[in-house]
């Protein structure tokens, strides 16, 4: 069983900064990719950034040159730097993972975090 835990999520005003993390821990054996996701309220879920265990990023276009997503592969472990925030980065955001399982039959996982709310506004 794998576990994600988000934190970081807050209130800034415009032009502010927020750096969100994500733990995943329990029954993990590797981690091949994780990344964050946002809905906002009457909106679609999006993805934000991803990143491979390897190093390889991905970004959505409207937070490119702001946001820089990073991870700690010993500790399992992805953050989400965001600079220059705007209030249409107000959303919730879920942290994501997947993987293979340490349990026994090694089974391949794709985990969701519970949601932080990331609030820009004046």
């Known amino acids: 069983q794998v576990q994600l835990v988000e934190s970081g999520g807050g209130s800034v005003q415009p032009g502010g900064s927020l750096r969100l993390s994500c733990a995943a821990s329990g029954t993990i054996f590797s981690i091949h990719k994780m990344g964050w996701y946002r809905q906002a309220p009457g909106e679609q879920r999006e993805l934000v950034a991803t990143?491979?265990?390897?190093?390889?990023?991905n970004y959505v276009d409207s937070v490119k040159g702001r946001f820089t997503i990073s991870s700690d592969n010993a500790k399992n472990t992805v953050y989400l730097q965001m600079n220059s925030l705007k209030p249409e980065d107000t959303a919730v955001y879920y942290c994501?993972?997947?993987?293979?399982?340490?349990?026994?039959?090694?089974?391949?996982?794709?985990?969701w975090g519970q949601g932080t709310q990331v609030t820009v506004s004046s």
């Open positions: 990143i491979t265990r390897g190093g390889s990023t």
């Open positions: 994501n993972a997947e993987g293979r399982s340490s349990e026994w039959a090694r089974a391949l996982f794709n985990g």
